[in-house]
């Protein structure tokens, strides 16, 4: 964790490098148990009108990057990160759609954050953030999709073992595209990792506390193949896969490989 946030002196690294910041991975085969062919909103007023061929099986891979725009600020202590993640889902397989991108989410972060070094239950806090962050999915209405939330981020050491908790609060939306998304995709986030050799297992959960009916969780298993190849399975169950099915609960199961982990 020391590494990847520069906690220590000794992993300050400068300003204005790009790195990798959330995994970055590519599932070639995904397989979902619910096509989400009419999208649509609580209120209505954001849903398709039309129902789209999509295949049970599509691409899926995400990319995501940090950089350091300024360091030991206020007293010395805190580091300024700006982060860009994105997430497609891709027809691939689909001739009569022409192959197209089902999905994509743009989700840009400013991120401020801070070294910790507190004993709670025989390992350590090693960070605390602050984090301004917004999500869409860049389409037209009725399909269009964006959320601005404001999240806290408490990270946790021991051993091979990492803990990420993040819980948010939703910035009001005069114009609200994606009604009830605390509701299904939830309030928090918490993320529990571990590494073992070469074998690494991460889980990401996301829960509302309004409701123990919907939420998330995504499981992931990093293996290697060969040298620097690793492979990379994932489990996902829940609602909030991506934007457009933030209200659509579904099991999938991907296959692919990895190119950076947390």
Do not use: C
Not at 57 to 65: D, L
Not at 225 to 243: D, M, P, Y
């Amino acid at each position: 964790m020391s590494q990847k946030w520069e906690l220590d002196s000794i992993d300050k690294k400068g300003t204005f490098r790009l790195v990798s910041y959330r995994p970055i991975y590519l599932a070639a085969a995904r397989w979902s148990s619910k096509r989400n062919a009419e999208p649509f909103n609580e209120s209505g007023e954001f849903s398709s009108r039309d129902k789209n061929i999509f295949n049970n099986i599509e691409a899926k891979f995400q990319i995501s990057f940090k950089t350091k725009l300024l360091q030991n600020i206020l007293f010395g202590r805190g580091d300024l990160w700006i982060g860009y993640s994105q997430k497609a889902h891709w027809q691939v397989y689909n001739k009569k759609l022409s192959r197209a991108f089902r999905e994509l989410n743009y989700e840009p972060e400013i991120i401020l954050n801070f070294p910790m070094d507190i004993d709670v239950f025989k390992g350590k806090i090693r960070t605390f953030g602050v984090i301004l962050n917004h999500q869409s999915n860049g389409k037209d209405i009725p399909l269009s999709r964006s959320w601005n939330r404001i999240i806290l981020n408490i990270g946790y050491e021991y051993k091979n073992w990492n803990v990420n908790f993040r819980p948010w609060y939703r910035m009001p939306d005069s114009e609200d595209e994606n009604p009830g998304i605390t509701t299904y995709v939830g309030d928090a986030e918490l993320e529990v990792g571990a590494n073992f050799g070469k074998h690494e297992f991460y889980t990401i959960i996301n829960h509302s506390f309004h409701t123990f009916e919907k939420g998330n969780i995504q499981l992931n298993y990093v293996f290697p193949i060969h040298g620097h190849l690793r492979g990379h399975a994932q489990v996902f169950h829940g609602s909030g896969e991506t934007l457009i099915d933030y209200n659509v609960s579904q099991t999938t199961i991907g296959i692919g490989v990895s190119f950076a982990n947390w």
